[in-house]
């Protein structure tokens, strides 16, 4: 994970070697439950059956490559996050990870409120009856277009970018006649990612408002001073795929610090912080992710204590996962086409998707791991690149992982932990067909993304 992007951090120590790999797995056939949604399992025949359904099945029916969704979990991991937090936090879905109608409806149903950042995210949440008080509004250079949109709708927060946008949601909310409720975002110096983080005093950065230079400060005084804006509080994001909850505490205690500067200067207490997402996930059976539980009770006991320690009242926590929600429910079936074996290096197998699919091997160097799935093999392992149909050397959907070495074409694989982030980024290149998204439950199957068609191409180019 973004390895590179981080030459210096307290925990570098731990970072693996570039082009590292673990060893096979014992038996390839045993299918990892840290990496897999959970109604995944073997049937008698060998074959992975996902909510009860067998792969070949699906593959039959809805096509490859294609993404499944395993509804139960996703509801199960939604209805955890929200226990673990309680009444007195609140749990906000990162929409960009996945977002569609269904899944607003599985949010609802299992009480979770929703983070968008665009119009398109914002129209989905609010065709599928999302209410609008429970959608919070992000991003760092929202149009004025949109910020019209989200106050005219009602959001219940929109988190403040920039200077700039301070002062276009007050105009916008003052038209309306209405008090927007807002949040500020603040950069607070630290970066984390998986095992390490860096904290500084500066953040070279585009989101947020800089806590260095009091900056947050000053955003806070123009805030309270705008009559058009109900400043609820501060909100903090510092990065992705993290294990260790060190940068969330070094986070909270300078969000809190600033809240006690706000209480000094203004005399008011701000009554909720946001700590925003990040949270990690296993996509190798290297990964060792946090339950919602544990991260509930650190981050509750951080801000507790920070808070004592300045003499504020707790403000009401927020947080926003989106990877640590949908990101292990889902997994990308594949039909494998050609086998290149280079001797001496590994073998390439190509699948009849690739990074139109899932971008992050190319755009972040992510790990993740692979299986046979359409039957067992007692073969030896061998050393494979998964790699997609692209026209670019970087399509590559599996940098490292052992299949078994009869693997053949029309065999089908599947990617595991790629729910989020996944098919929101999927691109057209090369007019690639973005696959459908079909959720399964309880032994049904359903569409809640079909898939591109050449139609859908044609349709977009108006000749
Ligand atoms: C991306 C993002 C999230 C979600 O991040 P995950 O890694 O998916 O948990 C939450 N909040 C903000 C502000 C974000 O930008």
New binding site residues.
């Given amino acids: 994970m973004s390895r590179s992007a981080h030459p210096a951090g307290p925990r570098h120590a731990d970072v693996l070697p570039e082009g590292h790999y673990s060893a096979p797995a014992a038996d390839l056939n045993v299918l990892d439950e840290k990496v897999w949604s959970r109604t995944v399992t073997r049937d008698a025949d060998g074959a992975l059956t996902v909510g009860g359904i067998a792969v070949a099945r699906l593959a039959e029916q809805f096509g490859t490559p294609a993404y499944f969704l395993d509804e139960s979990d996703f509801r199960a991991r939604c209805r955890a996050w929200a226990d673990a937090f309680g009444p007195d936090a609140d749990v906000f879905y ?1 929409g ?2 996945f977002l569609s109608r269904a899944v607003v409806r599985w949010l609802q149903e299992e009480g979770l409120n929703l ?1 968008v950042c665009s119009g398109g995210e914002l129209t989905t949440a609010l065709d599928a009856g999302m209410p609008a008080e429970r959608i919070a509004f ?1 991003g760092n250079n929202k149009t004025v277009a949109e910020i019209e949109r989200a106050v005219e709708a009602g959001v219940g927060r929109i988190v403040l970018d920039s200077f700039q946008e301070i002062v276009r949601v007050a105009h916008t909310a003052q038209r309306h006649g209405v008090r927007q409720r807002v949040q500020i975002r603040v950069t607070v110096g630290v970066e984390a990612h998986t095992h390490e983080f860096i904290a500084t005093a500066h953040e070279d950065q585009k989101f947020g408002i800089a806590l260095a230079d009091g900056q947050a400060a000053e955003a806070v005084r123009r805030a309270l001073s705008l009559d058009g804006l109900e400043l609820i509080g501060v909100h903090s ?1 510092i990065g ?2 993290i294990f260790d909850m060190a940068g969330f505490e070094v986070s909270a205690r300078r969000v809190v610090q600033l809240l006690a500067e706000i209480r000094d200067e203004h005399g008011v207490e701000l009554p909720e912080i946001d700590l ?4 990690g996930i296993a996509y190798t059976s290297d990964d060792d992710p946090r339950e919602p539980h544990e991260i509930a009770k650190a981050l509750s006991d951080i801000v507790t204590r920070e808070c004592e320690a300045a003499g504020l009242r707790t403000p009401r926590i927020s947080v ?5 929600i949908v990101g292990p429910t889902a997994f990308t079936l594949y039909e494998v086409g050609t086998i290149k074996p280079l001797e001496g290096l590994r073998t390439y197998v190509s699948v009849d998707g690739g990074m139109s699919d899932n971008i992050r091997t190319a755009l972040y160097d992510a790990e993740y791991s692979v299986a046979l799935v359409s039957r067992t093999s007692d073969a030896e392992p061998m050393l494979v690149r998964v790699v997609g149909k692209h026209c670019e050397s970087g399509d590559i959907v599996v940098k490292d992982a052992f299949l078994p070495a009869d693997l053949a074409p029309g065999d089908l694989i599947a990617v595991p932990a790629t729910g ?1 982030y996944c098919r929101s980024m999927a691109s057209n290149y090369n007019h690639a067909l973005r696959p459908p998204v079909v959720a399964v439950r309880d032994g049904e199957a359903r569409v809640i993304v079909r898939r591109e068609t050449e139609e859908d191409l044609l349709r977009l180019d108006v000749g």
């Fill in positions: 990162a960009k990870a983070d992000h994001h992705s795929q925003g997402g990040g949270l926003e996962p989106g990877r640590a989020a």
